[in-house]
C-alpha cells in the first residue's frame, strides 16, 4: 500500500492542523493505521493508531485529549486532528500502515512521506 500524508504546516501554540494520509494500491480497509513522529535529534515516537474497522483507536499519553485518528475507509483516508498544539508537538509528522495495530515503528511495514508540523509559542 502506498501513504501519501498532508495537511503540515505552521501555527502557533494553541492552534490546530488536521493531517490526512490517503491510501492507495491495496485494499485500505485490511490495514490498520498508525501515525508517528519524529523531532529533531529524536527517535521517531508513537503517537497515535487505529484498527482496520476504526472502532478501537490509540494514542500517546503525551497527546491523549488533544489528538484526535480517525479514517475513512470509503476515501481510503486516515487523519490525524490535532488540537491545542504545543511547541514541543513540532516534528516530521508519517502515517504508517499494517496488517495489526502497533505502536512501535518498527512494527510497521508501510510508510508515507513525512509533513513537517510547526508549533511556535
Known amino acids: 500500500v502506498q501513504l501519501q500524508a498532508s495537511g503540515g504546516g505552521s501555527v502557533q501554540a494553541g492552534g490546530s492542523l488536521r493531517l490526512s494520509c490517503a491510501a492507495s494500491g491495496r485494499t485500505f480497509s485490511n490495514y490498520a493505521l498508525g501515525w508517528f513522529r519524529q523531532a529533531p535529534g529524536k527517535e521517531r515516537e508513537f503517537v497515535a493508531a487505529?484498527?482496520?474497522?476504526?472502532?478501537?483507536?490509540f494514542y500517546a499519553d503525551s497527546v491523549k485529549g488533544r489528538f484526535t485518528i480517525s479514517r475513512d475507509n470509503a476515501k481510503n483516508t486516515v487523519y490525524l486532528q490535532m488540537n491545542s498544539l504545543k511547541p514541543e508537538d513540532t516534528a516530521v509528522y508519517y502515517c504508517a500502515a499494517d496488517s495489526l495495530v502497533r505502536a512501535k515503528a518498527h512494527e510497521y511495514d508501510y510508510w508515507g512521506q513525512g509533513t513537517l508540523v510547526t508549533v511556535s509559542s
Open positions: 487505529i484498527s482496520w474497522s476504526g472502532s478501537s483507536t
